[in-house]
T-cell receptor, first 117, second 119 residues
């Protein structure tokens, strides 16, 4: 079956530091990959996505590249801000594994990021 | 746009009682809604998928008679935890998918979650 493994948290950084959150996956087919962010008290929001090998997803200064050879989708940001403090989830969807159109998501355990001023 | 709400945001109930959680898509029609359960420091676990007007599809290991899901309209799905026990205490999250979404990727819009505590 499908699975997602992301680095254990929590991660604590100072403002303007470089961020990397590692994510690797196991999938039976050709998944799409996602990063979701959950700010305190809010629902998960899609941060970025990539649908095929070598695609780079980017949003709000965050980037992640779909690496099929290493089955990875690491999240990076060059200079974090206090407002980036949140829980970050790596996820995949594999329509073949999901049985067609329902596109079920498989999530990692989440990584809590705290950015201090 | 694309806002999903859940009600209540938190609920405490006594063991043996039932509790209903509502999930609403506020500004779009959701043909498919998903229900997740999240344990502390754990990932979201998909419990079931519901399509409007049809029976929900439950994931392996999820008791369909205990977690009743109704998706009676394109904007509302409900999860009823029947005869709740302390082990059912958890964070329940719904998400909604608009339209038919023929091509990946697509977005699921998540609700803020409901904290259930069974005493």
């Amino acid at each position: 079956g499908n699975s997602v493994t992301q680095m254990e948290g929590p991660v604590t950084l100072s403002e303007e530091a470089f961020l990397t959150i590692n994510c690797t996956y196991t999938a039976t087919g050709y998944p799409s990959l996602f990063w979701y962010v959950q700010y305190p008290g809010e629902g998960l929001q899609l941060l970025l996505k990539a649908t095929k090998a070598d695609d780079k997803g980017s949003n709000k200064g965050f980037e992640a590249t779909y690496r099929k050879e290493t089955t990875s989708f690491h999240l990076e940001k060059g200079s974090v801000q206090v407002s980036d403090s949140a829980v970050y989830f790596c996820a995949l969807s594999d329509p073949r594994y999901s049985g067609g159109s329902n596109y079920k998501l498989t999530f990692g355990k989440g990584t809590l990021l705290t950015v201090n001023p | 746009g694309a806002v999903v709400s859940q009600h209540p945001s938190w609920v405490i109930c006594k063991s043996g009682t039932s509790v209903k959680i509502e999930c609403r898509s506020l500004d779009f029609q959701a043909t498919t809604m998903f229900w997740y359960r999240q344990f502390p420091k754990q990932s979201l676990m998909l419990m079931a998928t519901s399509n409007e007007g049809s029976k929900a599809t439950y994931e392996q290991g999820v008791e369909k008679d205990k977690f009743l899901i109704n998706h009676a309209s394109l904007t509302l799905s409900t999860l009823t935890v029947t005869s709740a026990h302390p082990e059912d205490s958890s964070f329940y999250i719904c998400s909604a998918r608009p339209g038919q979404g023929l091509q990946p990727p697509y977005e699921q819009y998540f609700g803020p979650g409901t904290r259930l505590t069974v005493t």
